[in-house]
């Protein structure tokens, strides 16, 4: 039992030129098969995914998929006894689809007549009809007619297991999935986003609600013998997550996630098809999950680096404020249009280093120059800009200590967090309140404030 | 049926993992995560087989501490993700999990020469065979009992020390926060629970056991209790009782088909799962019968009142007897529930039967003023508060007099006229 090979062991054989050759232009017809079968799968579930994420019902979608084991088993039993292999892949389905669908009708069950959320009525369906489907299954091994022993190939997928037949199925499912959320796109997307205005203009909210988990299972029943019923829920979820991350619009979302799961459905064939020992089902996964992390970080709709950035250029336009206001009001204290860095530390808790820097970037912006003998002086934008700021700041300090009664000594810090966000039309509004028209004097002392 | 050491020791196996699975299962269902023991459960394979590739042995600490540590990852992804990726918790679960799941089948399918656990084995286990590993040095315990059952030890003194905080983070974070308790330890706790006792519970019974008992325990428990404590008393006995139930019904329900037996963790699972369905339909306070039952006698009493109403108005009339057809016409309610309401009434003696012909007695007939005396003052109410169209008070005040507490009457005045212009009835003059 207790092995001694060490990881080395597990190397893989990288494949020759010739093998890649064969497997890119899909000389052999099992990669064919293969190929045809996963890009229809992941073009659907793709499309389907994105309204299931949208509609937040994305673990919905793994009890279903979990649901389909009992399904598989009981259709299998029932062919037998009528007689046949029970190898029939329509039979099977047809089995899975209608378990599938009793799955998602306990759920529903259970959160509107109890008082368990969604997770818990997921977690019982998910766990008890996949017990119900191992046991079956274990009882269909016993038959004596017909081989229970490809079955279990449903759960972690067998793609190798494809014929030629098993991709056109997928093909034209995929086809009609494709037709069908074309047609139904518009009320879907209302289904997703505002169900209840919906309902009110007339939209069969139910009935969509009721096609678009069809649709899940049917995805879910395809992508059976490929991926397997363990990890069906990725390739509904994880495509439609990552378009998520690269557009707002819904028909480009649907653009994409559709390109994103046929892509990794390719690679993931492709890859399987190489690399010995590489099970296509969770290789394609894997290839999704790639994806996610790409989109989650380069993505420009909310991903981490736009986000990161957007928020580093809000922070240095911030400290690049402060500073100006710094400088203007040193001016505005001593009298004179130069001062040293010395002077705005002893009027602000920065430390010096920190001030130089950050007078270093005033230099390079042209909004402050250094003059001989280290003195520092605001140029006419910079002093235009800092005048701004300042206007900005003491228009809501006075703003607050008239409207909202807070004492002068409170003021300041509410007003550095407003001053940069304060628009035109606030502004405005704020001068013809206050009836200011020049930059008012500051209502507490200058000097030692911050 | 043939009963042997082996079934008693499955049993006893099965019982302390699934009671060592319903105590961090409790947590998780009251905190409505319950997707989070079955995502930790799935990712305890990727933990194992990088374990095993890493030491190159089956010890059972090294594969502890790996799934642990990826059980642990697992959760602070789901958030990340969650928090930064603005993708809601249930995707961001479903993407984690999957993706090192696939992750975790790809590595032991490149391991598979060297690996001796299948990933058939992850979901099923091996509880049947569970009694014949054991430890030479071991007095014939199994080595899934000793582990199951420190797993359980574990597990109960987990709870016993932070009973309290995890009682208070679970129900209110942001008071648990301001009484020094840190939502986010309790948290990361649970989820350390939740994988150390998927992964010792794996082996033995395979992953969707796991799953099956950190969740349908506990769930049935949420709706036969409001207490607490209570809940993992119930969760745990459940979970026993499916254990002993699932086993036994492993082996005996499929020979009367003619098939030798099934798969006792798939077993346990589905028994756990008719305990849930029994609670579901019959728990005394939370069950469809039970509800339904509450709404059927309120829906009588309210029946029995309207009879009243419609005899007295009609005695109003000058008419002092009805047929039950009459009854269903003017109320619109099945006339099977009208005679049973007026089975009912008369037990009460407030009506009485002569041939076919219903009448009120004297003490229906004081019940049946002080009804309509509430129901016409209160369409004087509505009718000087809320002025509206005179026919639809009468909607609202059919409703109202069924609820009137007598301090509400006391404010409901005194008129002697209701909008309609009838007269109404002073019960203090019967």
Redesign the interface.
Known sequence: MIVSHSISDASMALPSLEQIVRVFSLEDYNTRVVVLGVMALGTASGLIGTFLLLRKRALTADALSHATLPGIAAAFMVMVAFGSDGKALAGLLLGAFVFGCIGVLGILGIRKTTRLKDDAAIGIVLSVLFGLGLCLLRMATELPTGSAAGLSGFIFGKASSMVASDALIMAGVALGIVIVTIALHKEWTLLCFDEKFGAVQGCPTLLLDVVLMAMVAIVTVIALQSVGLVLAVAMLIIPAACARYWTTKIITMLMAAALIGCLSGWLGAVASALVPRMPTGPVIVLICGFWFIVSFVFGPNNGLFIRQLTRIRLQRRISLQHILRAMWEVCEDTQSSSFTIEDIVYVRSWSKRAVEKLLRRCAKQHVATREPNSMWRLTEKGSAEASRVVRNHRLWEVYLITYADIAPSHVDRDADMIEHVLGRNLVSQLEELLKATDIPKSPHAVGTST | MTWSIIDTWIVIIGALCAAGCSIPGTVL?LR????M??AIS?TVLPGIAIAF??T???DPMAMLIGAVVVGLLTAFLVQV?QS?????A??S???VF??L???G??LM????????ID??CV??GSIELAWFDQDPDGFGIPRGAIVNGAMLLANLFVMFLFYKELKITSFDPAFAKSQGIHPSFMHYLLMTMTAATAVSAFETVGS??V??M???PP?TA??LTNRYGMMFVLAISIAIASAAVGHVS?ITI?TW?G?????T??????A??AF?ILA?VGSPS?G?IA?QWQRNSVRLLVLREDILGVLWRLEERGKKTVVPTQLTEAIGAHSLLVHIALFGLQKTNAVEKTTMYWTLTKEGREKATKLVRMHRLWEVYLDEHYPQDVHQVHQAAERLEHVTTPEMQSKLGDAKKDPHGRRVPDDTLL
């Open positions: 269902v409505r995560m319950s997707l023991g079955d799935h590739l890493l190159g042995s089956r993700i930064l990726g603005n993708v809601e249930g995707a679960m479903g993407i999957t993706v799941f696939a992750f089948l790809v399918r490149q391991a598979v020469d060297h690996v001796d990933p058939d979901l099923y969707i056991l799953v099956a950190f969740i349908v769930a949420y709706l492993a499929p088909f098939f030798s037996g099934t798969s963790a798939g077993a346990m699972a589905v756990a799962g849930f579901w939370q469809i509800k």
